[in-house]
């Protein structure tokens, strides 16, 4: 649930195979806080949202190829990231697709840094004039 005033509230649901635990859906649920009667209604399932084959890693790294190269799937994946949140970005260039592919392609901080362009942090330790540069972004 998000308590921002610019998403919808929303939830997500893991359904995972009972034999392996390994997901085969993801659904996400949203409250659409100005419908006369609101209540939560499923919104969409990740590997039918985003045309996925299934939910392994190797249909998640294609994917963030697939964002990569098209900026209609990077800006869906924007305005869907925090449920609708951020429908006023009309455009995604290849910087904005670089970024939605270092944010997906890796699910930690310090691989999507590096991604970017960023040097690793442990650089922090043998160079005193990036640790303090990177202090201060």
């Given at each position: 649930?998000?308590?921002?005033?610019?998403?919808?509230?929303?939830?997500?649901?893991?359904?995972?195979?009972?034999?392996?635990?390994?997901?085969?859906?993801?659904?996400?649920?949203?409250?659409?806080?100005?419908?006369?009667?609101?209540?939560?209604a499923?919104?969409?399932?990740?590997?039918?949202?985003?045309?996925?084959?299934?939910?392994?890693?190797?249909?998640?790294?294609?994917?963030?190829?697939?964002m990569?190269?098209?900026?209609?799937?990077?800006?869906?994946?924007?305005?869907?990231?925090?449920?609708?949140?951020?429908?006023?970005?009309?455009?995604?260039?290849?910087?904005?697709?670089?970024?939605?592919?270092?944010?997906?392609?890796?699910?930690?901080?310090?691989?999507?840094?590096?991604?970017?362009?960023?040097?690793?942090?442990?650089?922090?330790?043998?160079?005193?004039?990036?640790?303090?540069?990177?202090?201060?972004?």
């Open positions: 649930m998000t308590t921002f005033s610019n998403n919808y509230p929303s939830f997500r649901r893991f359904i995972v195979d009972e034999e392996t635990m390994l997901p085969i859906k993801v659904e996400t649920w949203k409250l659409d806080v100005y419908a006369q009667e609101p209540e939560f499923l919104d969409h399932e990740l590997s039918h949202f985003y045309e996925m084959k299934d939910l392994s890693p190797a249909s998640f790294d294609a994917l963030a190829e697939r990569h190269e098209s900026e209609d799937l990077s800006l869906k994946y924007i305005h869907t990231q925090s449920q609708q949140g951020n429908l006023s970005q009309e455009t995604c260039d290849s910087d904005c697709r670089t970024e939605v592919y270092c944010d997906t392609q890796s699910s930690t901080y310090h691989d999507a840094r590096i991604c970017r362009g960023f040097k690793p942090l442990d650089v922090l330790v043998t160079d005193p004039g990036y640790a303090i540069s990177y202090s201060v972004m």
